[in-house]
Each structure stands twice: as structure tokens, then as C-alpha cells.
């Protein structure tokens, strides 16, 4: 009985270190980021833990105070998750600390953010973020199909 949970306790960490999913980019307008590249880390999605998305890529403008973090999440087309936050705020949280304004030459960051404990469980959801800059500027939309699961403490 040791033996199969112990399996089990393994392959929920494997699980957890998996590769985050491809993101797109889902902007029906002009971006002040050009993404070059976007994950998320810890893969799956933990809920009721924090999870850190990275993006990379080039800016034509600061980020400045009054930019917005918006994320949803649908599954079978129904809105099952929403989070909207302060970004200036969860880029001063999040690791590499980096404050507003950001400047155009900043290549990289990273915005951790709490998985809600409402997130849904084991299903394919389509999560969309969507980063929008105090100038009102959309700054960039990613799109994938992300997955959260119950994560051991």
C-alpha cells in the first residue's frame, strides 16, 4: 500500500514539473508588446497556489502606473474563472521584483499570480490574459488551453 502511494505522491510532482502548454497571441488590435515568448511555471496549474507566467518579447511603450491584468478562463464556451489585477502591483511581488514605469528596454518579466480555489479541477480550460497598460494601450493577449489540478501541500 506504501508502494502505490508513494507512486501516486511521484507522479503528482512529474505532473507539476510538466511543460507549460504553447500560448498565442489572441490581440484583435495593435500591442504595445511584441511577445516573443510566454509560459507558465508550475505546469499544471495548482490550485490554490501561485503560479508564475513569463513573458518576453519587445515594448514601444513603458508599463506604467494603472496597468491591468485581466484573466479568464472558459471551459465548453462558459466563463468558469476570473481574476483582474493591478499589474504594477504583481510585478513588485513577483520574482525579479521589477516597478512601474518599466521601461521599453526591460526584455523579460515575470507576474505570479494566486490560482483561485474556485479554479476547475482536471478539465481543459481556455484561459486568456490580457495585459493592458495605464495608458489604456493594450500591452498583449495570450491564449492556450491550460489545465489546474489539486497539487499536494
Known sequence: MKF?????????????????????????????????????????????????????????????????????????????????????????GSPGGVTCPVPITTTTVTACVLVKPNAPPNVGVALTIIATNGDGGLLFCQTATVTAVTCPP
Not at 504553447?22 to 484583435?28: E, L, R
Not at 471551459?75 to 468558469?80: D, N, P, Q, S
Open 4 to 92: 502505490i502511494a508513494a507512486l501516486v505522491a511521484l507522479f503528482a510532482v512529474s505532473a507539476v514539473n510538466a511543460q507549460s502548454p504553447p500560448f498565442s497571441n489572441c490581440a484583435t488590435a495593435p500591442t504595445q508588446m511584441t511577445v516573443t515568448g510566454f509560459s507558465v511555471a508550475p505546469y499544471p496549474l495548482c490550485i490554490n497556489k501561485n503560479v508564475c507566467a513569463t513573458v518576453s518579447g519587445t515594448m514601444t511603450a513603458p508599463i506604467i502606473a494603472g496597468a491591468k491584468l485581466a484573466i479568464t478562463g472558459r471551459y465548453l464556451g462558459r466563463l468558469v474563472y476570473t481574476d483582474n489585477q493591478d499589474l504594477c502591483t504583481v510585478l513588485g
